[in-house]
């Protein structure tokens, strides 16, 4: 069996070149994969096409190689905590295909299993299937690409004929993800929210490149715990359990609050 570990996060990137195309885990900033995206950053990557679920904040995740002005489109499903995203895409920097959080989950893990388009009720009536939604300004503040319309056919349902619109799947040329716990042979394991994206992001890359806080030997994870089999993973490294973890909102009760320097 292939041993995919790989000795630092640089090795791991280095053949990511100019203009590729990433599919990045992450929900919010919970599982981020902040070793890969800093060794990117280092290397000086630029004029990627990222599809993420959002764009990390002004100084972590997606954010740092946003902030560098490394990316050049970035198809998400949410982009509120991030103003330095606002700013490149209003201004005509940053091109951002906005899509449905199912949606985009569903255009991943399609991609990863060999699908090349789904229908779904999600979006008919607006303009995710009219067209006409801004993917690039033009600096003078008008629209520069607008989402193009997108097939929408009517099937039967339950003896009811209903409208769905045609998503296309999504594959990049890399994924770049987080996991808890992984094998040389690439099985992974996901703690909690980090599970939301990583999987489907690692589907939908041909090159799957994945940083876990702790590697193991193949055959000591349960079968039946692994989240992701190892055939969609190509590289793995280890990152430890130290790793920083940003908490992107951090809220606590009132009675938390009044007893926390106890």
């Known amino acids: 069996m292939i041993d995919k570990e ?3 996060a640089a090795d791991a990137v280095a053949d990511i070149s100019d203009g590729a195309s990433l599919a990045v885990g992450g929900f919010g900033l919970s599982g981020n994969p902040i070793a890969l995206i800093e060794a990117l950053l280092a290397q000086g990557t630029s004029d990627l096409s990222v599809v993420s679920n959002n ?4 100084d972590w995740g997606l954010g740092v190689l946003l902030g ?5 489109k970035m198809t998400s499903s949410y982009v509120g905590e991030n103003k330095e995203f606002e700013r490149q895409f209003l201004s005509g920097e940053l091109e951002l295909e906005l899509t449905p959080q199912g949606t985009l989950a569903e255009k991943l893990r399609a991609g990863g299993s060999g699908i090349a388009a789904f229908f779904t009720q999600t979006g ?17 503040g008008t629209i520069a690409v607008a989402s193009p319309a997108k097939d929408v056919r009517s099937f039967d349902v339950d003896g009811e004929s209903r409208e769905f619109v045609l998503e296309e799947a999504i594959t ?6 987080h996991a808890l716990v992984g094998d040389r042979h690439g099985n992974l394991i996901f703690n909690k929210a980090a599970r939301n994206f990583n999987p489907l992001a690692a589907m939908a890359g041909r090159v799957c490149i994945a940083q876990v806080e702790q590697l193991v030997d193949p055959g000591e994870l349960d079968p039946d715990r692994i989240h992701l089999p190892g055939v969609f993973v190509h590289r793995i490294v280890e990152v430890g359990g130290d790793i ?6 951090r809220t606590i009760s009132d009675l938390a609050a009044a007893t926390e320097g106890d």
Not at 55 to 58: A, E, I, K, Y
Not at 172 to 177: K, M, N, P
Not at 244 to 249: A, D, L, N, S
Request: hydrophobic fraction near 30%; include cysteine; aromatic fraction near 8%.
């Open 6 to 8: 790989w000795s630092t």
């Open 124 to 140: 008919v009536g607006t303009q995710v299937a009219e067209g006409g939604l801004p993917r690039r300004y033009s600096p003078d």
């Open 244 to 249: 920083p973890k940003r908490i992107e909102r």
């Open 68 to 72: 560098a002005g490394r990316i050049r």
């Open 55 to 58: 764009c990390g904040v002004d």
């Open 172 to 177: 990049t040329d890399y994924a770049l993800v």
